[in-house]
């Protein structure tokens, strides 16, 4: 049984940071690659960055140069560093492993 579960989320200033944490649980963490997507109302999920099994990584367009995704195979945690916020970057915010498991999410708002 895998569980993922996200922390990190909260109200930051255009401009801001912030750090999401996606903590799993089993034992098939560093045999997968884990992504971050995200969800904003009225638009699809997205797949905002993901990282490989040997740490390649893959960003959307939009966030490229501004999001840095990690991992650690020892804690069975991957990272989303945020930098230089945006409002259209208000989510929710969902970990995902292996294409199969979900998190339930982490609310990012961007706002003045």
């Known amino acids: 049984q895998v569980q993922l579960v996200e922390s990190g989320g909260g109200l930051v200033q255009p401009g801001g940071s912030l750090r999401l944490t996606c903590a799993a649980s089993g034992t098939i963490f560093r045999f997968s690659t884990m992504g971050w997507y995200r969800q904003s109302p009225g638009k699809e999920r997205e797949l905002v960055a993901s990282?490989?099994?040997?740490?390649?990584?893959n960003y959307v367009d939009s966030v490229r140069g501004r999001f840095t995704i990690s991992r650690d195979n020892a804690e069975n945690t991957v990272y989303l560093q945020m930098n230089s916020l945006k409002p259209e970057d208000t989510a929710v915010y969902y970990c995902n492993l292996g294409a199969t498991y979900w998190g339930k999410g982490t609310l990012v708002t961007v706002s003045s």
């Open positions: 990282i490989t099994t040997t740490s390649r990584t």
